[in-house]
């Protein structure tokens, strides 16, 4: 889950200057996010409109709309937006003039470095909140749910513990979260359900998560949920386990292990139960990343090299899954920015891809998962490459690949069998399906299957078992929910209709 984010735009005719200011300090680590950049205030203008920043930074001589204009129609239009100028030492007679007009903040120019702008920043950003969030009356503690949560919080009285204690008498808890992959549009029910039959209490729950205290004996808890964990298909979901304990006092201890497996988790998405008794052996990763190697590769247009340079430094990072998640994201987000400065550079002004690597910037910094992070700067290779005139195969590949899941989807079918037959990264494999198909891979697998199983329940000799185990369905109950959930119907109920 993702705190929300201070959104700044930045405003100044010089390039250099906002490019400066863009790697000045980790926006993300410190709570902010860059939303875009314009060149004077009439862009700028079109960009706040568009965006709704919460602090815009402008310089104040600027072409077309100067920085004092821009800034009297920020405040007469939004009032709550909050400006920071820059601005040298000539025209600070200028920035004395714009106060009158509700600035915040200013930074010369000539002293500004990432300690100061951070610093004006974090000022700004008190006012920011003061204004966007009224303070509210505490809820009355009345239920469970809300004991366990200021335990978590760490803003409990002894008294809380000792309710819950009592609650507990005798069993034991743990934390399970559930998580969706970011490819697939639905969770499956199976899974679901087993873990929903036991004693548990849902604390958190999102479109990719569902956090849940489970509690009962411990041998009995973890056979469900290893039970939960075979009907999962890993390319769909996946669950967090936290170790378990009889003691509310170590409630806290356990969410702490919960929130340290969601950082694992991003490198080790594809392991589909995490908990820290299984976790596989750490590799540190002692090759850096050398941007300067790639961008060389990239310049010279080996494109199938250079993307082989990323993932293998891709898979060190995931081996070594103890690094900092942000890390990786900022050096995809730095690659991102300076493969739009080698486009401007050798294919002349591309401002499709200057506005839109803001687009891909928000999207890395926000994945969940190395697979998803990587999906978002596979896209933007994609596009980049093509804008350079690169030839590509694609529909030969797709023709392939889903001739082949019609040949084979009565089989035990998963993302990670493809990506090994057809030689292809599995984070690639996962958006190809998503930009050709507008679906992820278990969806697909999953519609093919369906359409079969309708074919085959015309033929009156087979039995609904004996179809779904044609199908890759070798558990009949699962299979009926299945059908039934994607087309409203019971097969036997489909079967009778289709004699009609």
Known sequence: MHESLTKVLIVDDERLIRQGILHYINWQKEGFEVIGEASNGEEARVLIDELEPDIVITDIVMPVMNGTELIKAIKAEYPTIEVIVLSSYADFDYVRDTFKHGVSDYILKPKLDGEVLLETLKRVEKTVALKGHASKPDKPDVSLKEKIEKVLKKYHHESDIAELDLYLAG??????????????????????????????????????????????????LNEAISKATEAMDVSAMSLLQSTNSDQAGNLARLYDEIKL?????????????????????????????????????????????????????????????????????NLLGNIVFNMVVVLTETAGNHDHFEQKKYQYF???????????????????YNELTEALSVTTKEEDHLTQLLAYIDNHYSEPLSLTDLSAHFHFNPSYLSSYFSQHLNKGFSDYLTDVRIAKAKELLESPDLTIADVGSMVGYHDHSYFCKVFKKKTKQSPSRYRKEAKR
């Open 171 to 220: 069993r034991d808890f743990m934390f399970v979260e559930v998580r969706r992959s970011d490819f697939s549009n639905e969770m499956p029910l199976q899974s679901i359900e087993r873990l929903t039959a036991l004693d548990s209490i849902e604390l958190e729950q999102d479109d990719h998560h569902t956090l849940y205290l489970v509690y009962g004996d411990a041998i009995v």
């Open 261 to 329: 497996l969601r950082r694992y988790h991003f490198f080790l998405s594809e392991q589909v139960r995490l908990q820290f008794e299984d976790l596989p052996p750490h590799e540190p990763c002692e090759k850096p990343f050398d941007l300067s190697i790639f961008l060389t590769l990239f310049k010279q247009e080996k494109f199938d090299v250079t993307l082989r340079y990323l993932d293998d430094y891709l898979m060190r990072v995931k081996h070594a899954y103890q690094s900092e998640p942000n890390e990786v994201k």
């Open 362 to 380: 928000n999207a890395i910094n926000h994945s969940a998962t190395l697979i998803e992070a990587s999906f978002h700067f596979q896209q933007f």
